[in-house]
């Protein structure tokens, strides 16, 4: 049975973030099969015998992926007491706690992908998984062949430069258009700087996809569902956490469908 630090563990069981759980270990306050943990150690979640302060662990709880069509007006945030609106206010009827992974600005729109899966969210948004984000964007002006040309092959940006992506002009309409773009990297506000950089300032920003996920045409804006259980697995493809067609088996993930979740 593979083994599993037990910081990371003890986090996915909800005691706390990683760093919580270092400190706990750090204060002596957890024990393995009746022995204080160090930090570090790895453990066999399903043989060993694990407490804080004395009591058992309650077992992981279920992962939950929840696929919300972001409307603009929404920060992309757990808590902020400054934004007036939150992205969590959508989640009503939501019982698990999650979180976004990643971000969209407060006035972008789309798909946005929440979970209480940490190790998958952090995979995400790895630059090593170069995980794929479409975004229909319409931007001020016709961008010529330069400023496509530009964009695909990498805008230089105050810290570097970006990576090759794929652009592609859709439509024009009036005095703006329409362009469909795919990056593999995720910097803060990338696709506006990158249009901005090039002439073209964006307008509206609607992402469309995100790795293998697609905007569901049938999701209105402000609403939400979970990931059906093909979509889950091929995020999980994407994230390097399922090589087969079976189901996660991960250390302590229960595969949804022995949960009896659809
Ligand atoms: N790029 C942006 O500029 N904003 C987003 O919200 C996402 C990508």
Redesign the pocket.
Known sequence: MASIRLQKWLARCGVGSRRACEQLIRQGRVQVNGQRATLGMCIDAERDSITVDGKPLNPPPPPVYILLHKPPGYVTTRKDPHAPHTVMELLKGLKTPVFPVG???AD?EGLLLLTNDGELANRLLHPRYKVA?T?RVWVRGVPGKDALRQLREGVLLEEGQTAPAQVRLIKRQGHQSLLEITLHEGRK?????MCAAVGHP?QR?V?IAFGPLHLPKNLPPGTWRELTPSERDALLQAAGLLSTKSSDKRQGITPREQIGVK
């Open positions: 971000r969209l600005d972008a984000k975004y506000r990338q696709v506006k700087r964006v920003l992402r």
